[in-house]
């Protein structure tokens, strides 16, 4: 049995790209078989684009080194030290494990009220040489040993289904052989609101069993097409009992900037990426990561961070009047 007090617990991003990376080892987490859908990926070879000016293009199998292919049905074997998984360590870092893996960007990692451990991941992208389309943010509760469906399932639902087929390619395709049984989240949110660190309510005024996530935003165009109405670039408070989510800190309907930098040029929350409440609980801190424009380039749109725009929002409860 895990006992939080016990142990560190280490969030492990995955590849953003979900085409190269490590497999975890233990017996809990097998070495996998590639499928011949996996062997490989059609992308420009960035290294070649910055360091000699060549825009030319180069393939990576999955679960390989970038540039490097794969064969129909190759075993890939498995490593502790592995990208999308929960990783488990005594207080010294000896004894490292293998917790849970198949997390595509598992951004907040908490541990609940009720003792069970929580991790936010981030969905995938309609981007790439495997773009996967409407695949929503997941907040999971983490099992030892569990799977949880990267890189051929979102949310718990294999991604060869045509609600993740992009708009300008066919619908992405298994790269595992076989899967181990695959977990379902405990809750979903809309997709490119890309959701980082979260923290647990301490009770009070600021509710009973809720929970605060920092909603970063999408990158639009660059990750794909966000809804206008997008609940995001805001602080949520979710209801974790009843599934509910409603902004709780966000800039004002009349505070965004002009068309393209809304989010860039605004006195209001820019990109919120991480919650804290204070030791007694009488204040919740959000760091804000600051503005973020995306910029045409040779290849494609590249985000554009503007120095000294991020800063930590305090927020108290109002005194009664």
């Known amino acids: 049995m895990l006992r939080h007090q016990h142990f560190t617990v280490v969030a492990v991003l995955a590849a953003l790209f979900a085409l190269a990376g490590t497999l ?3 017996d809990r987490a097998k070495d996998i078989t590639l499928t011949a859908d996996a062997t490989g ?3 420009p070879d960035l290294v070649a684009i910055f360091t000699k000016g060549d ?3 180069t393939k990576t ?5 970038f540039g490097k292919t794969a064969g129909d049905g190759d075993t890939i074997k498995g490593e502790v030290k592995a990208s999308g998984t929960i990783l488990r360590m005594d207080a010294d870092g000896k004894n ?3 917790y849970a893996w198949g997390l595509r960007n598992p951004y907040g990692l908490r541990w609940g009220p009720d003792k069970k451990l929580y991790a936010g991941d981030a969905g995938y992208d309609e981007r790439g040489a495997r773009p996967v389309a409407n695949s929503p943010d997941c907040l999971w509760e983490i099992k030892e040993g569990a799977w949880y469906g990267w890189p051929d399932y979102s949310a718990g639902i294999p991604v060869t289904d045509e609600k993740y087929r992009p708009k300008d390619g066919p619908a992405p395709k298994f790269l595992m052989a076989k899967h181990p049984t695959v977990e379902k989240p405990l809750m979903t949110l809309a997709p490119y609101t890309s959701a980082t660190k979260f923290e647990f309510s301490p ?6 069993g809720a929970a605060y996530a920092a909603l970063l935003g999408d990158l639009a165009p660059l990750t794909g097409s966000a809804p206008a109405d997008l609940m995001a670039y805001a602080v949520a408070r979710i209801d974790v009992a009843s599934k509910k ?3 709780f800190f966000r800039a004002r309907k009349d505070a965004p900037g002009p068309k393209g930098f809304e989010h860039v040029a605004t006195a ?4 919120p990426v991480a919650v804290k409440f204070a030791p007694r609980g009488d204040a919740l801190f959000v760091v804000d990561f600051g503005a973020i424009a995306l910029v045409p380039s040779g290849i494609g749109a590249l985000p554009k961070p503007f120095p000294s725009t991020g800063l930590v929002w305090v927020i108290t409860p109002a005194a009664p009047r």
């Open 96 to 98: 490292l494990e293998v």
């Open 245 to 247: 989510v409603e902004p």
């Open 55 to 57: 825009l030319c293009k």
């Open 24 to 26: 975890p080892a233990e």
């Open 61 to 65: 199998g999955a679960f390989r080194p």
């Open 41 to 43: 990926f059609e992308s």
């Open 203 to 208: 009770g009070g005024v600021w509710g009973q």
């Open 268 to 271: 209001g929350s820019r990109r």
